[in-house]
């Protein structure tokens, strides 16, 4: 098998080919589909793990998730693959679920982390807890599972340790209100000194900042307060139309030096269709002449700005959720 090896598992392997590609020395990538009736996977990888001499040195670039739309599949069952790749640099995990598991994975090589439509408790965030090195992170979620899904603000306080070499961040948490929603966005990326490239839904930020709390400092703005200097591109999805004036804001404050780095503004709003159903709330958009000063400010600064229509249709693919 080549150094460039791509294998992929699903239910139709067999249990003798799926502990065979867990055997490969030469193996770069792997993608996993754990069965939705997963026991005799299970089985094969207790197999695979009894013997200490299996080690996928060359493995960098992990994938698993659950082969159900409608299943999640344990962590606890397949952390083993990770705990053996000591080399890996990229890990996405796709429909799981934790609740007993080992938390002190070394993931210290670990660059790319991407956790979709999964749930963690609290300590499911562990993943992050050695990754120092963690350079790209993706986070999306649409709810509402609120006593497993992770808030933005856990999220942020749990990449702590990867601050300094943080370049890129998504999150994209779409759950339902609730009270254990309320004042649980991000409150800060200012202390990510690397980060250029932020996507995420504004309301991950959790209300703007309410002048009544502070009556002597001018309300700049969830983007211009809460954004890092080091930011180069900005990409907002899901933006309805009483965001406009901090966008305005953030738009002014970028124009007059405040993000010296920012190259590219990205501002998509609700879903195309319209029609409200349990994913999709209807939003009001910004009208053209909101969406013409916008642009206007932007361009006037050098950076670059555009209107996107096909992330939702894209975020909705990541989860296999219908356009």
């Known amino acids: 098998m080549s150094s460039a090896a791509l294998w992929g598992v699903s239910s139709r392997s067999s249990f003798a080919h799926q502990l065979l590609v867990c055997s490969l020395p030469n193996?770069?990538?792997?993608?996993?589909?754990?069965?939705?009736?997963?026991?005799?996977f299970n089985e094969c990888l207790?197999?695979?793990?009894?013997?200490?001499?299996?080690?996928?040195?060359?493995?960098?670039?992990?994938?698993?998730?659950?082969?159900?739309?409608?299943?999640?599949?344990?962590?606890?069952?397949?952390?083993?693959?990770?705990?053996?790749?000591?080399?890996?640099?990229?890990?996405?995990?796709?429909?799981?679920?934790?609740?007993?598991?080992?938390?002190?994975?070394?993931?210290?090589?670990?660059?790319?982390?991407?956790?979709?439509?999964?749930?963690?408790?609290?300590e499911g965030l562990f993943l992050c807890k050695y990754c120092r090195h963690l350079e790209?992170?993706?986070?999306?979620?649409?709810?509402?599972h609120w006593a497993m899904d992770r808030l933005p603000a856990e999220i942020v306080v749990a990449l702590e340790p990867a601050k300094q070499n943080l370049k890129q961040l998504e999150i994209f948490h779409f759950s339902r209100d609730s009270p254990r929603e309320q004042h649980q966005g991000i409150e800060s990326l200012r202390d990510f000194p690397a980060l250029e490239a932020v996507t995420l839904n504004?309301?991950?930020?959790?209300?703007?900042?309410?002048?009544?709390?502070?009556?002597?400092?001018?309300?700049?703005?969830?983007?211009?307060?809460?954004?890092?200097?080091?930011?180069?591109t900005l990409t907002l999805v899901n933006v309805s139309r009483d965001l406009f004036e901090d966008i305005r804001l953030f738009a002014q404050c970028a124009t007059e030096g405040g993000f010296p780095h920012l190259q590219t503004v990205s501002i998509s709003g609700g879903p195309p269709d319209s029609r409200p159903d349990e994913d999709r709330p209807t939003f009001e958009h910004f009208d053209e002449s909101e969406w013409a000063l916008l642009r206007a400010m932007f361009e006037s600064g050098g950076i670059e700005f555009e209107c996107q229509s096909d992330w939702w249709h894209r975020l909705r693919s990541l989860c296999d959720m219908a356009p």
């Open 136 to 144: 790209n992170f993706t986070y999306i979620s649409f709810g509402p």
């Open 46 to 122: 207790s197999i695979w793990a009894k013997n200490s001499s299996n080690r996928l040195w060359s493995l960098a670039d992990l994938k698993i998730e659950e082969e159900s739309i409608s299943r999640r599949f344990n962590f606890a069952d397949v952390q083993d693959i990770i705990r053996y790749s000591p080399n890996l640099e990229s890990l996405s995990l796709k429909r799981c679920y934790s609740i007993t598991a080992d938390y002190d994975l070394d993931l210290r090589n670990l660059k790319r982390l991407r956790i979709i439509e999964s749930r963690f408790h609290r």
């Open 27 to 40: 193996l770069k990538t792997l993608e996993f589909k754990v069965p939705s009736s997963s026991e005799g």
């Open 202 to 232: 504004p309301g991950a930020l959790s209300g703007s900042l309410n002048p009544a709390d502070t009556p002597d400092a001018p309300n700049r703005g969830i983007f211009v307060e809460k954004l890092p200097d080091s930011l180069v």
